[in-house]
């Protein structure tokens, strides 16, 4: 077993968590989804159809989203992972609303990643405070 399941496994969990075996297969399909969908707002970016500012949260939701698993389980700080996902929401909610003038299927291809997401977050926050 690898250092990740070990640490995920020894935190105080709610009863609705899922094992951890579940998070691998949700996020490799909601890396396709996002890898399509950011995929498109940086060829947008690229060919100057939307304002760098239309873009701007998705690189941040990027940076946010691929720090969670350094900050979780590498750091081993559930408090600045909290934050983190905290960031990865509330850009993602940005992204979608700077997008759909410009996109709008970008924005509902976003629909799974959100739900994830405000799954995580709560889930998340949860365990924050149960190993406090």
């Known amino acids: 077993m690898n250092k990740t399941y070990n640490y995920y496994q020894q935190l105080k969990r709610p009863s609705w968590a899922p094992p951890g075996w579940v998070f691998g297969p949700v996020w490799t399909f909601l890396y396709v989804l996002i890898a399509i969908s950011f995929g498109k707002v940086f060829w947008m970016l690229l060919k ?13 939701n990027l940076i946010f989203n691929f720090s969670f698993t350094p900050i979780q389980f590498g750091l081993k700080n559930n408090y600045l992972a909290a934050l983190d996902i ?44 149960l190993n406090r």
Do not use: C, D, E, N
């Open 48 to 60: 100057k159809q939307i304002p760098f500012l239309v873009a701007l949260p998705f690189i941040l």
């Open 86 to 129: 905290l960031l990865v929401l509330g850009t993602l909610v940005w992204a979608m609303a700077a997008i759909y003038p410009h996109a709008r299927w970008v924005s509902y291809i976003q629909i799974p990643y959100l739900l994830w997401v405000v799954f995580a977050t709560v889930l998340q926050l949860t365990v924050t405070y």
